[in-house]
């Protein structure tokens, strides 16, 4: 759950921002409004508006930013994942703007989600903008502005909400760390292949298909 309750937020400094989510860029967080008064009703406002998606912590927006190569292993993932369920009739997989609510006042969007059908009441799809929904996978693609203290809060929050299953994926040094609790991590290297342990038992993927396409 959210660890820091919005009141008496309004005045943040940056070093309030650090001591939340570490040395994130300045350029991530948005000031208006205001670190500590946001709301659900902005994230969607914003997206709709401008076409840019923010998570919702403790009252801030964070701004999701990717690059270039992060974006193409979101999708390769992506395309990986969904194949597979779909094949299986597994559940559901969202993309880098799906929105869940792992608890009120607090707004993730995983790069990747795996919801299986278990957690859908009668096989729908919701139709909110954000929806309370906790997937079973997690999928991030750490970028350049991902700080350590962010992305560990993040796991907590992950496995707090009910994840089973959290990927981090670095894109240098191309490997994955496959989290099945906060301190409970394996490290996949690109000699290596990724597994969907017993959250997608059979699924197989060779990270070296992902980090050296082509070869």
Do not use: C
């Not at 309750?5 to 309030?16: F, G, I, L, M």
């Amino acid at each position: 759950m959210s660890e820091v309750a919005q009141s008496d937020t309004t005045s943040w400094t940056a070093a309030d921002l650090v001591h939340r989510f570490g040395a994130i860029p300045i350029a991530r967080v948005r000031s208006d409004p205001a670190p500590g008064t946001a709301t659900e009703d902005d994230v969607v406002r914003i997206h709709d508006r401008e076409n840019r998606l923010y998570e919702l912590v403790d009252g801030a927006l964070l701004e999701k930013t990717v690059g270039t190569y992060e974006s193409y292993l979101a999708m390769a993932i992506a395309r990986l994942l969904a194949n597979f369920i779909v094949e299986h009739d597994l559940g559901m997989v969202l993309g880098a703007d799906g929105m869940v609510r792992l608890a009120p006042g607090l707004v993730r969007i995983p790069d990747i989600s795996f919801i299986s059908w278990a957690r859908l009441p009668d096989r729908r799809i919701p139709n909110q903008a954000i929806a309370d929904l906790v997937p079973d996978l997690a999928v991030e693609i750490i970028s350049r502005g991902n700080t350590r203290e962010e992305m560990e809060r993040k796991l907590r929050e992950y496995f707090q909400a009910g994840v089973r299953l959290v990927w981090y994926v670095y894109p240098e040094p191309r490997e994955v760390h496959v989290y099945t609790a906060v301190e409970r991590v394996l490290v996949i290297t690109v000699e290596q292949s990724l597994d969907g342990r017993d959250v997608l038992p059979g699924l197989v993927i060779a990270l070296s298909e992902l980090f050296e396409p082509g070869r």
